[in-house]
């Protein structure tokens, strides 16, 4: 399958919705981890003094809704990708669209809270090898397929 590119313009048309799409998504993690938390804690009430006093039914509620926001995330992270943006890292919100300029693959970096993308680096570089969009970038053209 061909990795779709973008321009400069089209990622940051798409940005709004994968805005959306990706805080929805950290919604979902912060509340599975929250769950997760509670459930290890009475994991280890239980290993520490025993089960007796558990109450089943709210963990069943809390495991439900734990199983809810697994789904909810994974459908947010799946409309991410339809688009073929990628999602670099969800904790810090985190998404880079390939781009080709002068024949060669990049990505163009923006960052939850950042208004637009100002950003690019190389394939292998990540995050800490940004460097600001040039002329260069910003008058890319789509690869053709």
Do not use: G
């Given at each position: 399958?061909?990795?779709r590119t973008f321009t400069l313009d089209e990622a940051q048309t798409l940005l709004p919705v994968l805005e959306s799409l990706l805080r929805r998504a950290m919604e979902e993690k912060k509340q599975i981890e929250e769950i997760e938390k509670e459930f290890h804690e009475v994991s280890q009430k239980v290993f520490a003094s025993g089960g007796a006093?558990?109450?089943i039914?709210?963990?069943a509620r809390r495991r439900a809704l734990s199983?809810?926001?697994v789904q909810r995330l994974k459908d947010a992270m799946a409309e991410i990708e339809s688009t073929g943006a990628l999602v670099?890292?969800?904790d810090k919100g985190l998404i880079d669209f390939p781009c080709v300029v002068e024949g060669e693959t990049i990505l163009?970096?923006?960052q939850l809270g950042e208004t637009q993308i100002t950003h690019w680096h190389g394939m292998e570089e990540g995050f800490a090898g940004r460097k600001p969009v040039d002329e260069r970038i910003a008058r890319a053209k789509r690869k053709s397929n």
């Open positions: 399958m061909t990795q006093d558990l109450d039914r709210k963990l199983d809810q926001a670099k890292d969800l163009l970096c923006w």
